[in-house]
Each structure stands twice: as C-alpha cells, then as structure tokens.
C-alpha cells in the first residue's frame, strides 16, 4: 500500500530544488539577531512571529515597492562574513530537515557589499556557511548536498565581472551562474558578453525569464543567450493554445522548449504573490506536466511565499491530485537538469531519490 500523501510522509521524500534565492530564505528570529548585531535600525518588527507575517503580508501585497522592502530588509543584515555564514549553514539545515537532498541555491554577490566586502569574500563565506550547514545537517542525520548559483542583477552592468567570479569558483561549489533582477527594460541580450564568456568556459547558466515578460523573453534566453534552463518560463503557455474541445497546439518556441527538454523552474507560490497565476489549481504548471515539458518545482524566497519544498508539493497534490510518481518524476526532472556532473546526478537518482519513492510507493 503506498504511503497516504500527508505532509509528514511528503517531508520524508527526497526532493531536489533548483531556484531558491538565499536572501529569500533567512529565519525570522535570524534576521532579527542579525540586524541587533549588525546595528540595522529598519525592521518592521522585532517579534520573530509578526517579523514573518510581514514578510509575507508585504510580498503578498501586489505593491512592488513592499516587495522590494522585504529584500532591502534581508540584504541589509547579510553585510558581513559571519552573517553570511550563518544564514548559509541555517539555509542548508533548513532545506534538509525539509528533506531537500540536493538544492542549488543562488544569490547576488553585489549585493552584499554595502560594508565593503570584496566579491571573493562574499563566496568563500557563502561557501564556508554551506559546508558548516552541511554538516550540521549530516550530523542531524540528514544528507544534503548544495551547488550555488551566482546572480548578477540586471539593472547592473557587472555581470560579466560575475560570471569570471563564478568560473573562478567553480571547484569550490558554485555550480552556475543567473541573471536576476527586473525583466521588463532589461532584457537578457543586456549581458551577452557575460553569456559569451560562460559558454567559452563550458560553465552553466540558467535565465529567470518568462515570469512578468512573455515569449521575447524566453527566445531571447534560449536562442541568444544559451540558457540551459529557465527561472519560471512559465509564460511559455502564451505559445500554447488549448481550444474549447481539450484540444493543445504548440507553436514553434513552446515546441522547441518541449522537444530540447529544456528545464523549467516553476516556483508557484511565488508566482501567485506577483500574479502570474491566480491560484496554485489555476498555474501553468498542470497544463505543462500534462504535455511533459521538463518542469522542475522550486520554492524561490522561502521567507517571502512562506513556503518549502514540501508544502509546494503538497498544495500540487491537493490542487491536482497528483501520487508518488509524478513527485518522483519532478524530483528526477530537477536532478537531471541540475548542474554538477552526469556521475553525481545519476549516483543520487539511483541511490537517494529511486529507493527514496520506492519505499513510499510500496
Ligand atoms: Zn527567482
């Protein structure tokens, strides 16, 4: 008899995460402790409980400028090598305890360099943080293992400064590279000589594109830029017709994204507070499983949407019924498309995620 689809057992269930932002992710307590700290005078509470209301409150708001506020607040405690650290190990054993076995979790350099930081000093730091949660995590019994994606923001001209600082750590755990940032008047085209230098280095990059701007910006991505994957993508449903009789068309962009298996990470909570779908049952995402397309699930700021790996599978379950299987099938979407090595991939699809499901479908 498979195991009855509770968040309990879904917390069991070994899952892979591909786009989580790590300012988007700090404990309310931390943020708190780490503005006294630090000196940080702007937080709207300094009660751990109303702290994280507001932070989703703000983000669920539809006003960009709360938004953005929540950010501000994160960023502005992250100034320093120990903060840094901290909110990495807490970020590692945070997602473990979540069951995340695998998480590629990514964030801004540039951003933390308010109090003088050098860009290498922002990675080791995130790097030490990482390993020290690792381990902790190990300890606590849970294995998680985490790539790190570095972002540069689009409406910053330093991107190509950050895909160097990526290629330079890239034995040291930082996996890929990603543009960030507001997508509409800074189209990924912007940063193409960062994109030209990632694909000299054979590194990996993945876009967040097609989440606010349609189909341009997904062509771009793909077709200019050579993104491996997708941050959101989920407008390529602006390239798919469904008529009244069930029937679905793809046009030619929507095809090629299907056809080339080209990974889409879909953060759905995340996109019902920024509109892009009215409600988790009404998300692209069922039409975009239902014709196969890579589609990965993600958490994208778990601080913001309140959310985790397993409450974004478990408003999927109940939204559309899913089993066993198709959690599977998008945890062996998202190691399959994730970007360390072919060997370490298929060792924890073989090894964690397989037998992990298996025992649950059994
Ligand atoms: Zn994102």
């Given at each position: 008899?498979?195991?009855?689809?509770?968040?309990?057992?879904?917390?069991?269930?070994?899952?892979?995460?591909?786009?989580?932002?790590?300012?988007?992710?700090?404990?309310?307590?931390?943020?708190?402790?780490?503005?006294?700290?630090?000196?940080?005078?702007?937080?709207?509470?300094?009660?751990?409980?109303?702290?994280?209301?507001?932070?989703?409150?703000?983000?669920?708001?539809?006003?960009?400028?709360?938004?953005?506020?929540?950010?501000?607040?994160?960023?502005?405690?992250?100034?320093?090598?120990?903060?840094?650290?901290?909110?990495?190990?807490?970020?590692?054993?945070?997602?473990?305890?979540?069951?995340?076995?695998?998480?590629?979790?990514?964030?801004?350099?540039?951003?933390?360099?308010?109090?003088?930081?050098?860009?290498?000093?922002?990675?080791?730091?995130?790097?030490?943080?990482?390993?020290?949660?690792?381990?902790?995590?190990?300890?606590?019994?849970?294995?998680?293992?985490?790539?790190?994606?570095?972002?540069a923001?689009?409406?910053?001209?330093?991107s190509l400064?950050i895909a160097?600082?990526?290629?330079?750590?890239?034995?040291?755990?930082?996996?890929?590279f990603d543009i960030?940032?507001?997508?509409?008047?800074?189209?990924p085209t912007r940063n193409l000589d960062a994109f030209e230098y990632l694909r000299q280095q054979?590194a990996h990059f993945t876009i967040?594109?097609?989440?606010?701007?349609?189909?341009?910006?997904?062509?771009e991505a793909i077709q200019h830029c050579g993104a491996e994957?997708?941050?959101?993508?989920?407008?390529?449903?602006?390239?798919?017709?469904?008529?009244?009789?069930?029937?679905?068309?793809?046009?030619?962009?929507?095809?090629?994204?299907?056809?080339?298996?080209?990974?889409?990470?879909?953060?759905?909570?995340?996109?019902?507070?920024?509109?892009?779908?009215?409600?988790?049952?009404?998300?692209?995402?069922?039409?975009?499983?239902?014709?196969?397309?890579?589609?990965?699930?993600?958490?994208?700021?778990?601080?913001?949407?309140?959310?985790?790996?397993?409450?974004?599978?478990?408003?999927?379950?109940?939204?559309?019924?899913?089993?066993?299987?198709?959690?599977?099938?998008?945890?062996?979407?998202?190691?399959?498309?994730?970007?360390?090595?072919?060997?370490?991939?298929?060792?924890?699809?073989?090894?964690?995620?397989?037998?992990?499901?298996?025992?649950?479908?059994?």
């Amino acid at each position: 008899m498979p195991k009855p689809m509770t968040p309990d057992a879904i917390r069991t269930a070994p899952k892979v995460l591909l786009h989580d932002h790590l300012d988007g992710g700090l404990r309310p307590q931390t943020v708190i402790d780490l503005a006294r700290e630090s000196g940080y005078q702007d937080l709207p509470s300094t009660d751990a409980d109303e702290l994280a209301t507001w932070f989703r409150d703000a983000a669920d708001s539809g006003s960009l400028e709360l938004y953005l506020e929540t950010f501000a607040h994160t960023c502005g405690v992250m100034q320093d090598e120990a903060a840094l650290i901290r909110v990495a190990a807490e970020c590692a054993e945070d997602l473990a305890a979540d069951g995340v076995v695998y998480a590629e979790v990514r964030y801004a350099p540039e951003l933390f360099q308010e109090r003088g930081l050098s860009l290498d000093r922002v990675v080791t730091a995130v790097q030490e943080g990482f390993r020290q949660g690792e381990a902790r995590a190990a300890e606590a019994g849970h294995r998680i293992r985490i790539g790190t994606l570095l972002c540069a923001m689009r409406q910053n001209a330093r991107s190509l400064e950050i895909a160097e600082l990526a290629v330079r750590y890239r034995d040291a755990g930082v996996v890929g590279f990603d543009i960030a940032g507001p997508e509409a008047g800074y189209p990924p085209t912007r940063n193409l000589d960062a994109f030209e230098y990632l694909r000299q280095q054979n590194a990996h990059f993945t876009i967040h594109a097609g989440e606010a701007f349609g189909l341009p910006s997904i062509w771009e991505a793909i077709q200019h830029c050579g993104a491996e994957r997708l941050g959101h993508g989920v407008r390529i449903t602006d390239d798919i017709k469904v008529s009244d009789d069930g029937s679905v068309q793809l046009g030619r962009l929507a095809n090629y994204v299907r056809d080339r298996r080209i990974p889409l990470e879909m953060c759905p909570t995340s996109n019902l507070q920024t509109g892009a779908a009215p409600s988790i049952a009404e998300h692209p995402i069922g039409l975009l499983t239902r014709l196969r397309f890579r589609v990965t699930v993600n958490t994208d700021n778990r601080l913001m949407s309140h959310c985790t790996m397993t409450s974004e599978f478990a408003a999927l379950v109940e939204a559309f019924g899913y089993d066993w299987a198709d959690l599977q099938w998008f945890t062996v979407n998202a190691m399959k498309s994730a970007f360390i090595g072919f060997d370490e991939r298929l060792a924890l699809i073989n090894d964690v995620i397989k037998p992990g499901y298996a025992a649950l479908m059994a």
